[in-house]
């Protein structure tokens, strides 16, 4: 696991799955999305977003604003996962396969 000042970095991981049946249903499937980006989220797949955090308590701040986003109809689950355990995804498009994503650098201060 990856430590960041002391503190284990992971990753939240937001799937979800939105009526998008009526003009009302669309309009919240597109605001919940860009409050997800506006976050800091990255589309993994579609319907999947992940985030890099610097801690479990970064992480959490994150969560409880995905909560806040949530739109009134659909499934929407979230996931917290270490940077070890992300590292572990295999990756394929077709059958080639390819690198799992690497968490961002972190600024240090000294």
Known sequence: MTT?????T??????FDL???T???RKQYS?????????GFT????????????????AQVHIDRVKMALP?????RIIKITDKQFS???????KKRKPTETAPEQLGFF
């Open 31 to 39: 605001m919940f999305r860009k409050e997800l980006l506006k976050d």
């Open 88 to 94: 572990k995804i295999q990756v394929f498009y077709g």
């Open 19 to 21: 009526p998008t049946d």
């Open 72 to 76: 009134d109809d659909g499934e929407v």
């Open 10 to 15: 992971m990753w939240v991981v937001v799937l």
């Open 43 to 58: 589309m993994m797949q579609y319907s999947v977003y992940m985030r890099h955090s610097a801690s479990d308590e970064n």
């Open 23 to 25: 003009k009302a249903a």
């Open 4 to 8: 960041f000042g002391g503190l284990n």
